[in-house]
């Protein structure tokens, strides 16, 4: 998680400490209600011009995948996810 927040903060210049706009979860399992819980953080209005969300993961549910598509096909204008997972293969393609 280090180098991700060092390339937020010195190469897109967006501050993560105190920043409503920067969401950050960790999950074990990331199943129906984490995805909708995403869901909603991202359609709440920005203080800011950039929403970072930051989600790290060890396995995420094909409920919680297909629940995300369309938000991650058409986001919000400013939006930006970073998945974190050991097995990127087990995501949908």
């Known amino acids: ?3 991700l927040e060092q390339f937020l903060v010195k190469t897109l210049a967006i501050k993560i400490r105190g920043n409503p706009d920067y969401w950050y979860a960790e999950y ?3 199943g129906i209600d984490e995805g909708r819980l995403l869901k909603e953080m991202h359609l709440r209005k920005s203080f800011s011009d950039k929403k970072i969300f930051v989600i790290a993961t ?3 549910t ?8 369309k938000m991650l096909e058409e986001p919000t204008e400013h939006s930006h996810f970073f998945f974190i997972t050991p097995y990127p293969q087990k995501l949908l393609p």
């Open 1 to 3: 998680m280090p180098k």
């Open 28 to 30: 074990d399992v990331m």
């Open 58 to 60: 060890n396995f995420m």
């Open 62 to 69: 094909v409920e919680s995948q297909n629940a995300l598509l």
